[in-house]
């Protein structure tokens, strides 16, 4: 079998003009030099090179050979660089999906874009999804980062959670509704009030961390006619439908006629979350690194 020596062997002295120049170029004796090329003519059953007094010319087998020869060695080179770069987290594919209430705007996306420019050698594949189901997603194996709300109600063996960030939650009405005017609010005028997200009894996220803060004001959230827990929840408010405690980032992505309304209790905050693996790869190990400090020097 042709081995990787014996093709290198075999375009330096191409590329070098002669079987001594080749040998200085690559450290090795030209006694050697000649034995591997004989070899490989044997296993060819073919000459390559017709042997002169002053220099070797390419026979017509070894000049339809060479080009082929120095393209092998380029894409095994190529091959090893991209194995490298890969082990080493700088080149491959990540699949990242976020919580319906984390949407990728702002600090979040900052970070992204940076980390993006930093390791043009990596693509993404990014998706939405619940916090529940990408917890469960990373233990099985078929994501690699999360962007969640916490809490979470269940854990899983070899799952991490990141904390990020806090961010204020704020009073989410219709811009007609009359809370929309009273700056701030307090919890407690909410008792009334019709909730179009209420937590699931097997999920947490931001219904949950609302319920618990309602509860802590001593009443908790009644259910609207129509409830959701993804972004429509927007547009349901936008409609009259109920309201919301939602967290600051979504002012970003909030219709017209939604109005963000502060609230006067203390420590009415949310939190977001990354998830991995923990014996995840160098690519996702990295990613979470560059991305926990962005946000902490943000």
């Known amino acids: 079998?042709?081995?990787?020596?014996?093709?290198?062997?075999?375009?330096?002295?191409?590329?070098?003009?002669?079987?001594?120049?080749?040998?200085?170029?690559?450290?090795?004796?030209?006694?050697?030099?000649?034995?591997?090329?004989?070899?490989?003519?044997?296993?060819?059953?073919?000459?390559?090179?017709?042997?002169?007094?002053?220099?070797p010319l390419l026979s017509d087998a070894g000049a339809a050979f060479y080009p082929r020869a120095r393209g092998l060695l380029l894409e095994l080179e190529r091959a090893s660089q991209e194995s490298r770069e890969i082990g080493l987290g700088q080149r491959g594919t990540l699949r990242l999906n976020h919580s319906s209430t984390v949407p990728l705007s702002g600090v979040l996306m900052e970070a992204l874009a940076g980390y993006l420019a930093e390791h043009p050698g990596v693509r993404m594949e990014i998706a939405q999804q619940s916090s529940e189901i990408q917890l469960q997603e990373l233990a099985e194996r078929r994501l690699d980062i999360g962007l969640l709300r916490l809490p979470v109600l269940r854990q899983h063996d070899g799952v991490v959670l990141h904390r990020l960030l806090d961010e204020p939650m704020l009073l989410a009405v219709a811009s007609h509704h009359p809370l929309a005017a009273a700056v701030p609010v307090r919890l407690a005028q909410l008792v009334d009030e019709p909730f179009i997200s209420i937590p699931h009894p097997q999920r947490g996220g931001l219904s949950y961390r609302a319920a618990e803060l309602c509860t802590r004001a001593g009443f908790y959230p009644k259910a609207a006619r129509v409830v959701s827990r993804k972004t429509t929840q927007l547009q349901l408010i936008q409609a009259g439908f109920g309201i919301a405690l939602l967290p600051q980032c979504m002012s970003a992505i909030a219709p017209p006629g939604v109005s963000l309304v502060p609230l006067a209790d203390a420590a009415c905050d949310t939190s977001i979350a990354l998830a991995c693996r923990q014996d995840d790869s160098a690519l996702v190990q990295g990613f979470v690194r560059h991305f926990r400090d962005a946000l902490a020097a943000g």
């Open 1 to 55: 079998m042709i081995s990787t020596r014996q093709l290198r062997y075999f375009v330096a002295i191409v590329e070098s003009g002669s079987f001594s120049a080749a040998a200085e170029r690559l450290f090795v004796a030209q006694s050697a030099l000649s034995r591997q090329i004989k070899e490989l003519e044997a296993q060819m059953d073919t000459a390559l090179f017709v042997r002169t007094a002053r220099q």
